[in-house]
C-alpha cells in the first residue's frame, strides 16, 4: 500500500530515505547497471516535529565502479564505497536497526523505492521496507499546488528552507527531506503528522 497512514496507536517515527546509485554521463559500460552505493536515512519524529536521527550506510556494488561523473555528482568515490557493506547487508542493517519492515518510511519521488525493488529482485534480497511508503514529491506538489513537481533543492527554495550539507548526499538529501516534510506537517499537509 503506498499511501497515507495513522498514527493511531502507532509509533510516531518516519524514517525519510534517499539514496545514491552508481550513475554514468550518457550509458553504463558494458554489464554495469545502476547500484546503491549510499543510502542515507534522517529518522522524522512527526509527533514532536523533530528530526532526531541521521544515518548512513555505504554500500559496495557488485557489478559497477562509481564513474568520474558519479564522483562529482555524489562527492563519492570507489575506494569510500569500497569500504562499505554489501547491498544484502545494507537491507539487513535497515531492518534490525532502523526498524525499515515496520516503520512507515518517504523519499522524494518514486526512484529509491524503486531503486531498492529492482535491486532486491536482482540479487534475490529480500525487500527491507514496509509497505507505507509515501512519496514526499507529491505531497509537496498537491500542497503547494505546482503544476511540476520540483526537485528537493528547488523545494527547498520554495518553502525558504537552507539546503544542509552537500546536494547528492545522500545523509544530506534524506535530512533535507525531513526537514520537508516537517514543513508540510507544521501546515496539516503532511497527513500522517496529526495526531489524534
Not at 558519479?70 to 531492518?95: H, W
Request: aromatic content about 6%; proline content about 5%.
Amino acid at each position: 500500500m503506498d499511501g497515507p497512514f495513522t498514527l493511531q496507536g502507532m509509533d510516531t517515527l518516519l524514517n525519510v530515505v534517499d539514496v545514491e546509485a552508481t550513475c554514468w554521463d550518457g550509458q553504463p559500460p558494458a554489464g554495469a547497471v545502476n547500484e546503491i552505493i549510499e543510502i542515507g536515512l534522517t529518522v522524522v519524529d512527526l509527533a514532536a516535529r523533530e528530526r532526531v536521527a541521521k544515518h548512513r550506510i555505504l554500500v559496495r556494488p557488485r557489478r559497477s565502479r562509481v564513474s568520474e561523473f558519479c564522483k562529482e555528482l555524489t562527492g563519492l568515490t570507489q575506494t569510500e564505497v569500497d569500504t562499505g557493506v554489501e547491498f544484502e547487508e545494507a537491507c539487513r542493517e535497515l531492518a534490525a536497526e532502523h526498524r525499515a519492515d515496520s516503520r512507515p518510511w518517504a523519499s522524494w519521488g518514486d526512484y529509491d523505492r524503486n531503486q531498492f525493488q529492482r535491486q532486491c529482485q536482482a540479487t534475490g534480497t529480500r525487500y527491507p521496507f514496509s509497505g507505507r511508503h509515501t512519496n514526499a514529491k507529491l505531497r509537496f506538489t498537491e500542497a503547494r499546488g505546482l503544476k511540476r513537481r520540483p526537485g528537493m533543492a528547488q523545494a527547498l527554495d520554495i518553502a525558504g528552507l537552507p539546503l544542509d550539507g552537500r546536494h547528492h548526499s545522500g545523509a544530506d538529501d534524506a535530512w533535507n527531506i525531513a526537514a520537508l516534510i516537517l514543513d508540510l506537517a507544521a501546515t496539516g499537509d503532511w497527513p500522517e503528522g496529526r495526531t489524534a
